[in-house]
């Protein structure tokens, strides 16, 4: 399961479904980055800053939702394929997101 409904729906009825679209937003256009400097970490063998990204990018996608990006990362293991694995999770979660954005605005 990439999203998680409940908490979703928890956040859309607190702060508005177009304020999460716009949270969600910002956590996707900051992404690329965050995983430029994992990536970077990771090759540099900077274990706690791998353990300090990967904390900051788990904790707001369960915040947010996200399910399958908090999931996706729980072993803390971080390679080019994982990398790109998330790549292709990440673009899953967004469309989801956008038919569970859809679905709620049609009701």
Known sequence: ML???ARI????DAVSVHKLDELLQIFWRDLPEQLQQLAAADNDNKILQVAKILHGLRGTAANLGLKGVHEF??????????LAEFKTLAVETQAAWQAWQGRRLAL
């Open 3 to 5: 999203l998680d409904d």
């Open 73 to 82: 990362w729980a072993d803390q293991t971080v390679s080019v394929e994982r």
């Open 9 to 12: 729906s928890e956040l859309a």
